[in-house]
Structure formats: C-alpha cells, structure tokens
C-alpha cells in the first residue's frame, strides 16, 4: 500500500488544477459517474497548496458523493501536512506527468460555480482558460498559386474562358510574398477590429454546429473522403490522398494528402493537423502548396509533433502553431 | 501542326515506363519541341512525382473527361521548361474512369498545339493499356534484360502489331549492365534484339543516380554527367530523326579501366 497503490480504487488525476474550487468541479463530474460510488478515491494533486480547511472540505465533498478519499498525493508540503492531519495516507511525488483521468470522460466546469467556489477559497490564480489565448503566432504563409474556378458541367466554353483568364488575373495580382505580422498590426489597430472577430466567431460557430465525420483510420494514397459538415481523423493522411469538407479538417496525425476545408465556399473553415506536410491545402476557392523545395514524397515520422492550423486571411493560406513546444 | 503520338510501354511492371517518359519528354523539351506527357496510370500515377509536379496538380485527366474543366487548365506546365506540359491521372479513381474514345480525343485535340505527346502507360494489358494505346500511332516498348520483362515485352509488340492505329514501334532497352554482360551473367544487347526482333532505338545503363533523380523530382536528363542521362537525350535525337551512335557502354573510360586494358592486353586472352 506504500506504492501509491489503491485496491477497489479510483486514480482521480487533478494535478494540472490551480484551484481549490478546481479540484472541486472536476471531482464533482467524475464522482457522479454510477460506476465511481463508493470507491476509494486516490487524488493526484499537483503543486497546489491546500490548508487543512481546504481540503477537508474537499473530503467532505467526496464523502457527501458516496465516495472516500483514501491517499493524496502532491508535491506541496502544505497539502501533504494537512492530509496527514486530517488521517489521509499521503504520498509525496516529485515531478507530475500530467495525465487525463478519464479518456472519456471530460469534465464540464461550471463557470458560475467555480466562481462561487472562488469567493469562498479565496484563490486568485488567474483563470487557465487564457493560458491559450495569445500563443497563436502566424509561422509561414505558402503562396496561393491559382484559383480553382467552379466550371459547370454543361459550361459554355466562351464563359468558362473569361473566367478562367479573370481568376488567372487575379491570382497573379496578389502579391507572392506577404507579410503575416504587418497584416496582424494592422488588425490590431483597426478599430473595427471587435466586429471582425464578432463575424468570424460567429461562422466559427455555424462551422461548429456542422455534422461531424469521425474516422480512426490512415487514410492511404488513392483514398478520398468526403464529407458535407467536418472531418475528425484519428490517423495519418498519407500523400496521394485526399479529404474534402464543407466545414472543418482536423487531422490527428501527419496530413501529407491533399485537404480541401470548405469547399462550398466556407473561407472560414480551417485545417489543423498535428503535423502539416500537405501536398496541397485549399480552402474555399483559395489553393496553396507545398513549396517545391520541400519536395519530399514522404514525411518523416518523428515523436515531435507541432499542431498547426491553417486559416484563410486576406485571401492567403495561412498556417500558424495551435501551441508553443 | 499535328503532333507525333507516342506510347511508351512495356507490359511488365517497374521496367521504368515512367522513367523513360520523364526523361525522354524532358530531353526533347530542352531540345526546343513542344510535349505533354500524358499519365494513364490512373490510380496509382507517378508521372508527376518523377517530374516534381505534385503539388501543382488541381485538375487531371478524369476532371477534364467529366467535364469539369477544360483540357488546358489541366495542363500542368513544368517548373523549369516552358515546352513541356503533364496531364495527370487521378490518384483517386480506377482505369475505368476513362474511355479508349476519350484519350483518342484528348490526344487528337493537343495534336494540334503539341509536337510530341507521350503517353505513359501503366503496366498489363488490360484497360489501362488498351486506353493508352488508343491514340497513340507509335509506340516506344521498354524493356530490360531479363527473361521475364523480354517475354512480356514480346506479348506486347505481339499486341501492337494487331492495332492498326500504331504505324510503328522501338525497342527500348534499359538498366543494361555491361560488367555483367561480360561476365556472361547478363543477356546482351544483340541476344534481346535478337529475340524481340525490334528496332532498337536505345540503351539505357543502370545508373543508381535514377533513384536519387527519382526522389528528387527531378529527370535525370538534367544531369548531364549521367551516363544514363546522356543515353536518354540520344534516345529523344533519334526520335526527332537525328543519326546517333549507340553510347558504347563496354568501354571503361576511368584511369584505372584503362589501365587494366593495358595489363589486360599485355597478359593476351587468357580470360576468354
């Protein structure tokens, strides 16, 4: 029992919690789960410091759910002292790994009652919910090459030639080489910059509320799939295949194919991948590639992922890290 | 203008159809002819990746038999030679796809913009090749030294001669290794042209810098040291009519080669 080992227990992971209230809403949604009652709960807390009030009140809250908390364990002294006091077996760690309690199970934080839980706690550690906010940084852009022009199936051959050569036109107009953070400064000191956001967020949630197409497979040369609404992919996507959508890409894993994100004409659906390597990426009516030194047929396959995401601005593909490694 | 249709074949797989078609349409665009490559590959095409061209693909052949846009947006043009041009397949369909009727068409309309269309067959002789042969008048038959690549390269000039549309066909021979001709371990150039009673129109040596050009995306035609890149600009003069001399592969042109036929005369024949 020395080991940090708990019989007809339960390994409640809440070491990434910063707050008291923290640890309190996520147990909450774990412990009402009909297969947690009456188990013994082993709590992982992090670097939290807890006093001897806090976490009996924490107790208290397991044990009103049918539940008892059997061992703590936490890097802090603090915590650990008043677990100790309060008759928990405790176990000291040194370095946390954080890891997901439940893989399928995601807790639902109740705003208003961490805030509540915050006025009695008296925490004041900054909300994490930002922690994100600011990291997405523009990395590269790949210069869009043409446009794909939508030619009907009984087309005209005179028309379809006007708006060949008009969007050929076009694309050459825009400038090969752009730069992403005058473009960001630019945003920032418009003053409708509030409204922008209010119009994207507001067709990030109709892409959103789309369909969604979920596949836990490699998606192989030669593939396709199609999908009206997003994709979620739980693979690879290896190059020679390809994936359109209405609404968003995302792709858990390398994409190397070729991604179309809202191909009805959605400029607001996006591309993400673990792993950007795509021969082509195309969103709406807009196409990028990859660049020709980059000519690799197959991408090496590291441990090292970087999530990226690819947006529409300005009528250019860009792509930007989703988190800084 | 009416441009010369051109199939390269071969029955057997991985003999270097693709490879031939890369370097020989890349030879005669640096020769100053105007050529599209065609790949009828549908399925699984290469023609792209060996030119570098992937990612420059938006339309292919299927696009332009359906209809969905027109036969010159699909033409892709090459990074580095405005005379060459590639009309890809789909990776994401099958043979089926196209018609013999439509690559006859296709071919017919780029007759008139285009002096050379090469068309890049896929390996078998099932509809792949019976499409890519449909409007092809010649017909360029790769083939290797081996028993095997030979007896399929005879089922296909078998195949050839009962099609009236093609008025002529070459033998290509390729990845010819004449240290293991000389050793005996290796059919000869005459032993094959023997058996296939073809004209010959080339010979191309092994060369390991292929798999490097191959992976680069770029023909080995550019590469002018390349012995093997050299054979394959022979191989476009001959096609546009020019005389030349087969590259003479037996000879070891290196210091040390020489050196050894000094020796070698001097100790007479005993190896023989």
């Given amino acids: 029992m020395e080991k940090g080992y708990v019989e007809n227990g339960f390994i409640v992971d809440v070491s990434h919690a910063k707050k008291t209230s923290q640890v309190i809403c996520e147990l909450s949604a774990i412990l009402d789960l009909p297969d947690a009652q009456g188990k013994d709960v082993f709590l992982k807390l992090g670097a939290l410091e807890m006093n001897r009030t806090q976490l009996l009140s924490v107790k208290a809250m397991v044990e009103s759910m049918g539940s008892n908390v059997e061992k703590v364990s936490s890097s802090s002294k603090l915590t650990l002292q008043s677990a100790s006091e309060l008759g928990i077996d405790t176990a000291e760690i040194e370095n946390v790994v954080p890891t997901i309690a439940f893989d399928n199970v995601k807790p639902e934080v109740n705003k208003e009652l961490e805030v509540a839980l915050d006025k009695i706690f008296g925490d004041d550690v900054s909300d994490i919910s930002n922690l994100h906010k600011d990291i997405n940084e523009p990395k590269e852009v790949i210069e869009p090459e043409e446009k794909i022009v939508q030619a009907n199936e009984d087309f005209s051959q005179e028309a379809a030639h006007d708006e060949i050569n008009k969007v050929i036109e076009e694309a050459n107009n825009i400038d090969a080489e752009i730069d992403i953070n005058s473009i960001e400064s630019e945003i920032k000191e418009d003053d409708s910059v509030e409204e922008i956001s209010e119009e994207i967020k507001q067709h990030l949630k109709e892409t959103e509320q789309l369909p969604t197409l979920y596949i836990q497979r490699t998606l192989r040369s030669g593939q396709s799939l199609k999908s009206e609404g997003n994709i979620v992919i739980i693979g690879d996507v290896n190059p020679g295949s390809e994936i359109i959508a209405t609404g968003d890409i995302t792709v858990w894993g390398i994409l190397g194919g070729i991604a179309h994100a809202g191909c009805d004409g959605n400029t607001y659906a996006r591309v993400r991948a673990l792993k950007m390597n795509p021969i082509q990426l195309r969103i709406a009516d807009i196409l990028a590639r990859r660049p020709d030194t980059a000519n690799i047929p197959y991408v090496q396959k590291t441990d090292t992922f970087v999530p990226e995401e690819a947006v529409m601005r300005n009528k250019k593909i860009v792509i930007h890290k989703l988190y800084e490694v | ?272």
């Fill in chain 2, 1 to 272: 203008m009416s441009g010369r249709v051109i199939v390269i074949t071969s029955g057997k797989g991985g003999v270097g159809k693709t490879t031939t078609n890369a370097n020989i349409g890349t030879a005669l665009a640096k020769a100053g002819k105007k050529v599209v490559m065609i790949d009828t590959d549908l399925g699984l095409r290469n023609l792209d990746l060996l030119l570098g061209l992937e990612n420059r693909i938006v339309y292919t052949i299927v696009d332009v038999v359906e209809k969905r846009c027109k036969l010159k947006q699909a033409l892709v043009k090459d990074k580095k030679n405005p005379n060459l041009c590639l009309l890809a397949a789909a990776q994401t369909r099958d043979k089926t796809a196209v018609t013999e009727e439509q690559l006859k068409d296709i071919c017919e309309r780029l007759q008139k913009d285009f002096d050379f269309i090469l068309v890049d067959c896929p390996a078998g002789i099932e509809q792949g090749f019976q499409n890519a042969v449909a409007g092809a008048s010649e017909a360029i038959v790769v083939t290797t030294p081996e028993m095997s690549a030979i007896r399929d390269a005879d089922r296909i000039i078998g195949l050839l001669e009962a099609k009236e549309e093609i008025k002529s066909y070459h033998l290509l021979l390729n990845r010819v290794r004449p240290k293991l001709i000389k050793s005996n371990d290796m059919m000869s150039v005459d032993e094959v042209v023997d058996i296939l009673s073809a004209e010959l129109i080339g010979i191309i040596p092994e060369d390991t810098g292929i798999i490097t050009s191959t992976n680069k995306g770029e023909p080995i035609v550019n590469d002018e040291k390349s012995l093997a890149g050299q054979a394959y600009m022979n191989v476009a003069k001959r096609i546009m009519g020019e005389e030349v001399p087969f590259l003479n592969l037996e000879e070891d042109n290196s210091f040390m080669g020489k050196v050894k036929s000094f020796f070698s005369h001097l100790v007479g024949k005993e190896k023989k």
